[in-house]
């Protein structure tokens, strides 16, 4: 580790990567169910101990140490969603897997962003969250959505975010800044693009024989009679 600009926070900080290291080191593929089932419920209890730190940095109005905390959160969080992805695909449950791969990438995307000092040495686990999602998943499409939204607030200052001066995914004292969206006036186009916004919004299915498939198992998705 470098030299930690807040020697007051060692000793969390070597908690924090042993912990961290045990749950990476947990969240390998072949690894027994039962004992990554186990380490998801560490890594929660991880996140609340991060989170009681991040508290501590707020109330001292440290936001260079509270955005700090906030990316070892991030990064518990992102690998607590790779174990989901894991155990999902181990229990042949593939849409959850996929949520929980891109969550895990879109934390490690975060921290990197927001990280006060040098977030570059996630890139190389980030690169790892993108490997799996090429070989695990076919190519697909995603719906992209355009839509106008008439009313949204800033989630740090509850002011108009057109007006205010926070960034949409940056980090203001230990809190990403997000768009808060009371209304949607009208959607716009949808259209389908190959490397979207949010990968969530991704195409379920395909017809063929007039069967429509599941576009992850191949298998015909029966649609439950009404009533
Ligand atoms: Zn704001």
């Known amino acids: 580790m470098n030299k930690n600009p807040f020697p007051e926070l060692n000793a969390f900080i070597e908690v924090y990567n042993q912990a961290l290291q045990k749950a990476q080191s947990k969240a390998i593929f072949v690894r027994g169910i039962e004992i990554q089932e186990a380490q998801v419920e560490e890594l929660k209890q991880l996140i609340e101990e991060i989170k009681l ?4 940095a707020v109330e001292e109005k440290d936001e260079k140490k509270a955005n700090l905390i906030l990316c070892f959160e991030l990064c518990a ?10 155990m999902s695909l181990k229990r042949d449950e593939p ?4 949520q929980a791969l891109i969550d ?3 934390q490690i995307s975060l921290a990197i962003r927001n990280h006060p000092f040098d977030g570059r040495y996630l890139q190389g686990y980030a690169h790892r969250l993108h490997l799996y ?3 695990i998943f076919p190519k697909m499409y995603f719906a992209s959505r355009g839509c106008v939204v008439s009313s949204s607030e800033c989630s ?6 057109e007006d205010c001066e926070h960034i949409k995914g940056y980090a203001y004292m230990g809190e ?7 209304e949607i006036k009208s959607i716009d186009e949808i259209s389908l693009v190959e490397n979207p916004a949010d990968k969530s919004c991704r195409m379920l299915s395909f017809t063929e024989d007039g069967k429509s498939i599941d576009i ?5 998705i029966v649609k439950k009679a009404d009533g």
Do not use: P, S
């Open 104 to 106: 895990a990438q879109y």
């Open 156 to 161: 740090v200052c509850r002011g108009d975010m």
């Open 53 to 56: 730190q991040k508290a501590i």
């Open 95 to 98: 849409d959850f897997a996929w």
């Open 216 to 220: 992850f198992t191949h298998r015909e």
């Open 133 to 135: 999602e090429n070989i």
């Open 176 to 182: 990403i800044c997000y768009e808060i969206i009371n």
């Open 77 to 86: 969080t992102a690998v607590k969603n790779e174990l989901y992805f894991v």
